[in-house]
């Protein structure tokens, strides 16, 4: 069993992946729960979501730069059979080598998921939505003492469109037939409550989203969302009156 890995070994192994991708002059985000955790959740991230705005490459051209960038990337098979892509991890941590002088391994390891445009329904949203939002992130390897602590800001998805992509996936695994997403949509409404908690309380992140968006994105967004809102709504009902606050008509 792999130990779990801290949550400021979490933004680190986020860091390296994004600096890579960045260096390649792509735009990159974070999506997901590692994600929603600069947003107020309280549970700590089980991978790292990234979200690289193109229409020039594939995921699995952009899974293979960052294993030829850092030897700590690697690909392995999915345990889908029915899946042709491959799955890509992070290794953290050596183990020492053993009493008969067997070589290193890695002791813990983050799957980082990296997705494009078109998966999971996101779109090529306007690179000037990103928000940066910092973080405390330690080397890894090092977990402890005040002068390993580092705090740096990282690319995240702006409040509202992850909110709306949060209650997709709470609908999605609800309605699933497949136990093991079905077991997921519990703590899919406890992030989005406690999401909607932080962006009611942190009105200026709302307020920077319209300020700079020049289209109708933020109103499509809404819209395109309100039929899973009212859903929500429907289950969770003392949520209404934090929806309308954000600019939700229902």
Not at 10 to 23: F, G, N, R
Request: proline share 5%; aromatic share 8%.
């Amino acid at each position: 069993m792999h130990d779990r890995l801290d949550v400021k070994e979490t933004w680190e192994i986020a860091q390296i992946t994004i600096s890579i991708l960045q260096k390649a002059q792509l735009v990159p985000f974070l999506f997901g729960s590692v994600a929603g955790k600069t947003y107020g959740l309280s549970r700590n991230p089980n991978d790292v979501d990234i979200v690289v705005l193109t229409r020039t490459h594939t995921t699995a051209q952009l899974k293979a730069l960052l294993v030829e960038a850092d030897s700590r990337f690697y690909l392995i098979r999915s345990g889908d059979p029915f899946a042709t892509h491959k799955i890509l991890w992070f290794r953290v941590g050596e183990l020492p080598s053993n009493s008969e002088g067997g070589l290193r391994g890695f002791s813990r390891k983050c799957k980082v998921d990296v997705l494009i445009p078109g998966d999971l329904g996101i779109p090529y949203m306007d690179g000037q939505l990103i928000v940066h939002r910092m973080v405390t992130s330690v080397p890894l390897g090092r977990r402890t003492g005040q002068s390993d602590v580092l705090q740096q800001p990282l690319p995240v998805m702006p409040l509202l469109h992850l909110l709306c992509f949060k209650v997709q996936g709470w609908f999605d695994h609800r309605e699933s037939n497949k136990e093991h997403f079905q077991t997921r949509h519990p703590a899919d409404a406890k992030d989005i409550c406690e999401m909607l908690q932080f962006a009611c309380t942190h009105p200026e992140l709302v307020r920077s989203m319209r300020a700079s968006d020049s289209s109708t994105e933020l109103d499509t967004l809404r819209k395109g969302s309100t039929g899973l809102v009212l859903e929500f709504i429907e289950y969770f009902p003392d949520t209404g009156i934090q929806w309308r606050q954000l600019g939700f008509a229902v």
